[in-house]
């Protein structure tokens, strides 16, 4: 057999760029977060991920961010559409959307790794200023999360956003400017579509988001579409439209969602009673509680009993072992 040449190991049988800088990014992800979990960085809006397990499915809010997939396979779902993340791509969340997600590929040898950057929709609207990015013609009507392959350039850029945490003395100097270059790398691709539409005053997807947001916040608040339209400035069908479009839901589906996800959390993390949990969330029913959360999260499947005294502390111990994280979430529930 003859001996392969030097211009054939590092020509024809060299992996492609974007597969090293993969293997670079998730080697950092790794120095930085050794154990499972979920790892807040010194860089204000990093969270790194690490899991080392398959989950069951989790009812989850993703707020605007961009989560960068190097290792393993994820699944999120919005409405019917289901979105399979895995070391080749990116998941883009340009509006607060409530989904389903599971990890389905992770273990101790090969577990799962990502980074979650959340996204500063001012710095969106600075870079959409430049002459560069003038308004598209028309107005996106995609979902309010989109998937993408990673480039090279993208995993560049957050593989020098890492190696500023080993410097931290720079963090403050440089993770604004990387984090610009991250932000214009997305815009400049396909994905980025939905993210300029969300970004742009006055277009409607950007209308619509400022319902979204109120909504969100005021979730426990009960929920008056006409109210809604005059924050979107929009009529009501207008509203509906637009708001379906981003989100897969009506506004009433979308408010009883974060309900119930509240609620959960509470009596999960806080011990909460059903009862007392509903009452936070903004229900005045106990008994509609009780039918919606079966009726979502499934009657046998939820790991938390409808109980109205407080649940035992061995109760919560086990309810909380399902908390295994998502990313930019906390809600657990095996619904699908």
């Known amino acids: ?137 028309g107005s996106s009507q995609g979902r ?31 993770s604004n400017t990387i984090e610009r270059e991250i932000v214009y790398r997305l815009l400049r691709g396909p994905q980025g579509e939905r993210l300029r539409a969300i970004a742009t005053l006055g277009d409607q997807s950007h209308r619509t988001s400022k319902a979204i947001a109120w909504l969100r916040a005021n979730f426990a608040k009960p929920l008056r579409v006409e109210e809604l339209a005059a924050i979107a400035r929009m009529g009501i069908s207008t509203l509906h439209h637009h708001f379906r479009a981003l989100t897969a839901m009506s506004p009433l589906q979308y408010q009883k969602q974060l309900r119930l996800v509240a609620a959960r959390e509470r009596m999960l993390i806080n011990g909460l009673d059903a009862a007392t949990a509903a009452f936070e969330v903004g229900y005045a029913s106990a008994s509609q509680f009780n039918r919606e959360y079966k009726r979502f999260f499934g009657q046998r499947r939820w790991g938390i009993s409808m109980r109205v005294g407080s649940p035992s502390p061995q109760q919560l111990a086990t309810d909380n072992d399902s908390l295994n994280g998502d990313e930019a979430v906390l809600h657990s529930s095996p619904i699908c």
């Open 1 to 137: 057999m003859g001996q392969v040449s030097k211009h054939q190991i590092t020509g024809v049988n060299r992996p492609p760029r974007v597969v090293e800088m993969r293997t670079e990014l998730a080697r950092k992800i790794v120095a930085h977060i050794q154990a499972a979990g979920e790892h807040a960085t010194a860089i204000p809006g990093l969270t790194l991920y690490r899991r080392t397990a398959p989950t069951p499915c989790n009812a989850a809010t993703y707020e605007p961010s961009l989560a960068v997939f190097v290792q393993g396979r994820k699944r999120v779902t919005l409405g019917g559409t289901t979105y399979l993340c895995d070391e080749s791509t990116f998941l883009l969340t340009s509006v607060d959307v409530p989904v389903v997600s599971q990890i389905i590929t992770a273990s101790e040898e090969v577990p799962l790794l990502s980074l979650l950057l959340k996204l500063d929709m001012a710095v969106v609207r600075e870079i959409l200023s430049l002459e560069e990015f003038h308004a598209s013609a």
């Open 144 to 174: 309010g999360i989109a998937i993408g392959k990673t480039t090279v350039e993208l995993l560049s850029a957050c593989s020098r956003l890492m190696d500023l945490l080993d410097a931290p003395e720079d963090i403050p100097f440089l």
